[in-house]
């Protein structure tokens, strides 16, 4: 063996040993609290992912999208696929300038909080995520202590996913990762459209 | 009508009436290079939701994985619903401290690379994830420039999404969009363990 792969070797031998050690000394397993916010793209895209991940281990998942509207997406059509495995509920009204009628808009966040907490209390629901919840909360369409609330009060295998810029302080708070998905660059500046298959 | 509501939705035309503006302007369509870097949690996770998104649209999607080595992930399983519309590949040899051989590194890089261009030349994927892409080009396991040059010169209705932290400036540089995914609160550091339908 050369001079440079044992060198090579030997650090590796002891970065290993600190991965491992810092892989040992972590030793919880609960549901988690996960929040995707901030003003880059990722945020619900990542929380798809999870969703899939989640899917190929068998468990039964949830999503309940707040503020996306009616309009035909590819990951619904995806999810078709593994059949009564994925409760989505699509019960946004679209955006605020969309409807330009904040009474709506409240209501509808509304609903969609009230089957929240019921796949909050589905026991065969693993993972949850909550698209745009953070947009909700910020515009005071929900309350914010009884959301979190219900939140740190999920039951201890259910992961519970909240996407959604800006999202609030009492959130973050009792969050257990967040994420912050910065924009370095973004096609749209470049005149892009948003387009089928990578927008929605 | 309150004058509230009267108020808000007068508000709302004319955010309406900005936004619509926006869309409009935006006209190009292409094959994007999507970027996934930062110390954050989310960057393959983000591209696994785009894959999602594009098996919804009826598109064969490509994966290969440069670092991920053998071990079992719920997203490898969930695929495989799909069939042969995902290409999945997954040729790393895991972390550099696992395999302490840097020649065996290089090679598998460079067996990944010679995949994705496989991939990229075959006209029924639309959409190709180059997972920890990033990592192999940090440690100089594959040509910067031959690779960017590749990735710059995909088909014109190929989206690319590259993964991994520490992106190089001349990626970046080549590509229309780029996350970079911060971490503003692991549960790793309270001690809460990589878990089976959450990390892989």
Known sequence: MSDDATRHREKMEKR?????????????????????????????????????????????????????GGWDTGERHAVEVFGDRVAWHTLGEGFTWETQDKARDIAACRHAWAVAEGLMADPTIRLLVLDELNIALRYDYLDLDTVVAALQARRPDLHVVVTGRNAKPALIEAADLVTEMGSVKHHFSAGVKAQEGIEF
């Open 16 to 68: 290993k040993a600190v991965q491992d050690a810092e892989v040992a000394a972590k030793t919880v397993e609960k549901g988690l609290l996960l929040v995707h916010t901030g003003p880059g793209k990722g945020k619900s895209t990542a929380a798809l992912g999870l969703m899939l991940r989640a899917l190929g281990r068998g468990w039964r998942v949830g999503m309940v999208q707040f503020i996306k």
